[in-house]
């Protein structure tokens, strides 16, 4: 165990960090469940009544499935789209002798890099020639700005820790290089590439900006455009919001319970470099 | 004695690029297309409002508009300020995150969990979650802060020109300091424990020898996460669209945010172009800098 | 079973380090050869390009007749054991043994048969179902090997397929190996750090040293009759003593240097040049004494048996017979005669 300060501060500090954490979920979760009424006090931290108006409303008048369909579509065929894709380039990126692999690798590390509002206006015309605005494509392909280099980049990862004497030994037996990846690779980086299809549901299902730029009504509007979209004219509606936020956060939280494991390890495959 | 590639690496380049083909298309196609003509674009006039003066070449000149733009000014004023103020907090914090979670055995899974779920949490949830908690009327830690005499009794937090920035980097430093936390752990982990304990027997204090030996060590982490979060950070929209709108007036107005009212708003695809345009600059700089510093003081600091 | 044919055989990394260096060699058919050398001689990288993971810079590597320097791994009908052995985790044994011959279409009848026969003749009949995951490091070893035999290839490259064994589990696999080669009659080359190893397993031994082959020969010559001083200091343990000739009573005007092993060296209570004791390393049998001559600060080792036993600091009386000299070229080391 590395040194470090004393156990009592560091367990204090942490149950601080810890709370501090979990407390506003905790609020989010309560304030939804309170009365309109008692919304407005700040008092108490536990909810005196239980109510599931707000829940009722947001399925009821606001037909709240209509946008967890649609950010459970475009999430999860981008995801689909991206990572077999991503695989191929990411494998020839890990393990095939190729010029100017630094080159490609920058290059796409440097599309990540370019801040999503750059490219909102030249993709919506794109769209709005190809009539895709608020379809499902054409919310599939401006996500893959961002997918592609993400899966990119996680896969490269994943396959680099892999034994290079496994596919060697492939080799010698006789499989050629596809014939390696389906057989010998992909097996043994499944893991990886369950963390990297996650971690790219994740990042779709939170996107905001190009589901606000590209869908132009509420039949195609994504969880975070819809619940943005809750502000009335003279009040928010925070009771269905909280509501709402809590519908929206409830798959990620079993994302999150079911494979946090995962998701640790695609954030940290790039970070360790042996 | 250099005859060229051998012809088994000559097949092999060539299934590489086959294999990285698709990929490259959909790069290409999707991101590097619009890239370009966001650049092409920020060299013209093209207002969508006024269709009849066409997009006429005009070189730098959004650029020089924008540079005696005070609205552009204060937008890179707010994003730099606010890069500089919440990736600090969240690398501190998240080393004493990081920390505690290293050394707790028991329970590590509940505090992953618990930790990863304002990560996961979409920034649009996780904004109007902290715009709640500040509202005047309902937020609980509006209450707090007035219960501890901090702020007056009718204390708006969205109409102080400051006070609106608070919920935003309480918002940022919410949900990224458990991703700085995680990079930072891996990082710790890899550290061989037997350092720390070579230092104990030397006498040396747990505290000395956590800022003496494991921090240096946890440099290059350290460093991958500050540049992680200051490229996001110099992006900043989602958080000040949902939070204040860009509000009071324009006091929380990052540059992201600015581009989207110029581009979607006012339908001044040129100008708004442009400012993207040094959105994307900025990020560049900031990055070339890090990586030329980085590069520095990897191979001159080697002691 | 082919032969293995390597002409001019060179690689150099593009930054500039030379791995191997024009080389010339053949491994008869059915032949045992061991490549031993030191850490950085590139035996490994050898080895690694007679399999095709690695492409020469120059040269031509033939298998049989056939030219295969062009060909990529997969078509060189090669078997190797790595020196992780590289079982692939996700397959039981029995899938790993299969893959190779599944990969080039064997029908399931074939397959089925060969495995039994290798799966018999190393004693692992009863692992076949079990992952690598569940084995010892011994059985894991075996596993590879049959993954080797059972394809019937042209030629084996091991790589060091014993160093990750316990050493009291070395001999027993040693035999082994020993044992497979005589029955299979297969074309060996055998890659070691280790020059007991390839003492005792070669047919013939091939030392080498920065990229270059310094001897090839049955395994007593290279030990009676070592080509140059590196190669008699690299094989024999412990060491050969080398001497400058005059110190070993050598009437020789050109200065050369003079080699004689511990086992030769005579230590006796009269007769002979004094020495004194320095060190004295008990070996069970036999004890290593390290020897310092009167009026010489070159240290000599000898092995005595264990009825001698002198203690630290004794006087010794040395003689180094003549008929156990060997002579070296003082300026390239090269061998000028012997016993």
Do not use: C, N, T
């Given at each position: 165990m590395s040194a470090r300060p004393s156990a009592v501060v560091l367990g204090a500090a942490g149950a601080l960090l810890l709370a501090a954490s979990l407390f506003p979920i905790y609020w989010m979760l309560a304030a939804s469940l309170m009365p309109e009424s008692r919304l407005f006090e700040s008092g108490p931290l536990l909810p005196a009544a239980v109510t599931f108006e707000h829940y009722r409303a947001l399925f009821g008048e606001r037909d709240f499935l209509v946008p967890i369909r649609n950010s459970l579509l475009v999430s999860g065929l981008t995801t689909i789209v991206a990572v077999p894709v991503a695989a191929l380039c990411a494998y020839a990126l890990a393990r095939l002798r190729m010029r100017g692999k630094s080159v490609l690798l920058a290059f796409v590390l440097a599309v990540s890099m370019f801040p999503q509002i750059s490219i909102v206006p030249p993709l919506y015309l794109i769209l709005r020639d190809l009539r895709l605005l608020n379809t499902y494509p054409g919310l599939v392909l401006p996500y893959l700005t961002f997918s592609m280099p993400l899966a990119i980049w996680l896969l490269t990862g994943f396959f680099r820790q892999l034994p290079r004497d496994l596919e060697e030994a492939a080799m010698l037996d006789g499989a050629t290089r596809i014939r390696t990846l389906r057989d010998v690779v992909l097996p043994l980086a499944a893991p990886g590439v369950a963390s990297t299809a996650i971690l790219i549901f994740l990042y779709c299902w939170n996107e905001f900006l190009f589901a606000l730029s590209f869908t132009l009504g509420p039949e195609r509007y994504t969880v975070p455009v819809a619940i943005m979209l809750f502000r009335g004219r003279y009040q928010v509606p925070w009771g269905e919001v909280l509501a709402a936020a809590v519908i929206a956060t409830i798959p990620v939280a079993l994302l999150v319970l079911a494979c946090q494991r995962r998701i640790v390890a695609g954030l940290t495959v790039g970070a360790t470099k042996g | 004695m250099n005859r060229g590639p051998a012809p088994i690496e000559r097949d092999e380049t060539r299934l590489a690029w086959l294999l990285v083909a698709p990929a490259l298309g959909i790069i290409l196609l999707v991101a590097l297309a619009p890239i370009a003509v966001t650049g092409w674009e920020s060299l013209h006039v093209h207002d969508l409002r006024l269709p009849w003066l066409g997009t006429p070449f005009i070189g730098a000149g959004n650029f020089v508009e924008a540079a005696g733009d005070p609205r552009f000014g204060a937008a890179l004023l707010h994003t730099v300020a606010f890069a500089l103020i919440s990736v600090p907090l969240e690398l501190v914090l998240g080393l004493a995150l990081a920390v505690m979670m290293h050394s707790v055995v028991r329970g590590r899974a509940f505090i992953r969990v618990s930790a990863l779920l304002p990560w996961a949490i979409p920034t649009v949830v996780a904004a109007l979650l902290w715009r709640f908690m500040f509202e005047a009327r309902t937020g609980i830690l509006a209450g707090w802060f007035q219960a501890l005499g901090?702020?007056?009794?009718?204390?708006?937090?969205?109409?102080h020109p400051l006070a609106a920035w608070v919920p935003i980097i309480a918002a940022d430093v919410w949900k990224t300091t458990p991703f700085v936390a995680i990079l930072l752990l891996a990082g710790l982990e890899t550290i061989d424990p037997a350092l720390g304990e070579a230092a104990q027997v030397d006498g040396a204090k747990p505290a000395r020898a956590f800022l003496t030996i494991t921090l240096p060590l946890l440099t290059p982490a350290l460093v991958v996460a500050a540049a992680f979060r200051m490229l996001d950070a110099l992006r900043l929209f989602d958080l000040a669209y949902v939070i204040t709108g860009g509000g009071p007036g324009t006091a929380t107005e990052p540059l992201s945010l600015y581009a989207f009212i110029a581009l979607m708003q006012r339908l001044r695809f040129g100008y708004g172009s442009a400012l993207s345009v040094t959105v994307f600059l900025l990020t560049f700089v900031f990055a070339l800098v890090w990586v030329r510093a980085l590069g520095r003081s990897l191979t001159g600091d080697r002691s | 079973m082919a032969a293995i044919t390597l002409a001019g055989l060179s690689k150099t990394y593009p930054n500039g380090h030379v791995a191997v260096r024009r080389l010339d060699l053949r491994v008869e058919d059915g032949e045992f050869l061991v490549l031993v050398g030191p850490s950085g001689c590139g035996k490994s990288t050898l080895l690694r390009l007679i399999a095709g993971l690695e492409t020469p810079t120059d040269g031509r590597i033939l298998i049989g007749d056939a030219d295969v320097t062009a060909q990529p791994p997969q078509r060189r009908d090669l078997a190797m054991v790595f020196q992780s052995y590289a079982l692939y985790p996700h397959m039981s044994v029995r899938e790993n043994l299969a893959y190779g011959l599944k990969v080039r279409r064997t029908d399931a009848a074939t397959i089925a048969r060969q495995i039994a026969s290798v799966a018999t003749a190393l004693d692992i009949e009863a692992l076949l179902?079990?992952?690598?995951?569940?084995?010892?490091g011994g059985q894991r070893q075996r596993v590879a090997l049959g993954r080797a035999i059972v394809r019937k290839a042209n030629a084996f490259l091991l790589d060091e397929p014993l160093s990750n064994l316990d050493p009291s589990l070395r001999a027993q696999a040693r035999a082994e190996l020993r044992r497979l080669h005589r029955q299979l009659g297969i074309t060996v080359v055998y890659v070691t750090h280790d020059q007991e190893e390839a003492m005792t397993l070669s047919d013939r031994i091939a030392v080498m040293r920065d990229g270059e082959l310094e001897q090839v020969a049955p395994p007593l010559d290279v030990y009676a009759r070592p080509a140059n001083t590196f190669v008699a200091r690299f094989i024999g343990a412990p060491a050969m003593n080398l001497l400058p000739a005059a110190v070993a009573g050598v009437d020789d005007p050109a200065g050369a240097v003079a080699g004689i092993r511990p086992q030769d060296v005579q230590v006796r209570t009269e007769g002979g040049q004094l020495a004194t004791v320095d060190l004295v390393e008990p070996r069970g049998p036999d004890y290593v004494l390290h020897l310092r001559l009167e009026g010489s600060s070159t240290p000599l080792l000898a092995v005595v048996s264990g009825a001698m036993a002198p203690a630290v600091g004794a006087h010794v009386f040395v003689t180094l017979p003549a008929d156990r000299l060997h002579l070296f070229d003082q300026r390239d080391g090269s061998r000028l005669s012997g016993p």
């Open positions: - | 901090l702020v007056g009794p009718a204390f708006d937090w969205f109409v | 179902d079990r992952r690598p995951a569940q084995l010892s």
